[in-house]
């Protein structure tokens, strides 16, 4: 699988920014996946989408604020982020993991990655 994200840039607080992750290649996959890395932090899940299903999954931290969607051809992956804070500047992944549900909010169980892109909130 080949995963390449885009979308990133400089946003206000509160504002909104759409991130995209174009899938490609032959895969079979459990769950294409968001993650963050601020720096000097560790990298963290954001959210998480079944491939096969479509069900979705969330951090906490931005729950209610993120939505994570695919489109019916199964090529791309978004993450429609608002009400951005200051706190979700990072380096932004989309990954696939072939685990299990139980871990779909750990970074370890992701085993392909995109390229990262870069989200500034700040005023």
């Known amino acids: 699988v080949q995963l390449q994200a885009s979308g990133g840039g400089l946003v206000q607080p509160g504002g909104s920014l759409r991130l995209s992750c174009a899938v490609s290649?032959?895969?079979?996959?459990?769950?294409i996946g968001w993650l963050r890395q601020a720096p000097g932090k560790e990298r963290e899940f954001v959210a998480a989408?079944?491939?096969?299903?479509?069900?979705?999954y969330y951090a906490d931290s931005v729950k209610g604020r993120f939505t994570i969607s695919r489109d019916n051809a199964k090529t791309s992956v978004y993450l429609q982020m608002n009400g951005l804070k200051p706190e979700d500047t990072a380096v932004y992944y989309c990954?696939?993991?072939?685990?299990?549900?139980?871990?779909?909010?750990?970074?370890?169980?992701?085993?392909?990655w995109g390229q990262g892109t870069l989200v500034t909130v700040s005023s």
């Open positions: 990954a696939s993991s072939n685990g299990i549900l139980s871990s779909v909010r750990s970074p370890t169980m992701y085993n392909h």
């Open positions: 290649g032959r895969f079979s996959v459990s769950f």
């Open positions: 989408i079944r491939w096969n299903g479509g069900h979705t």
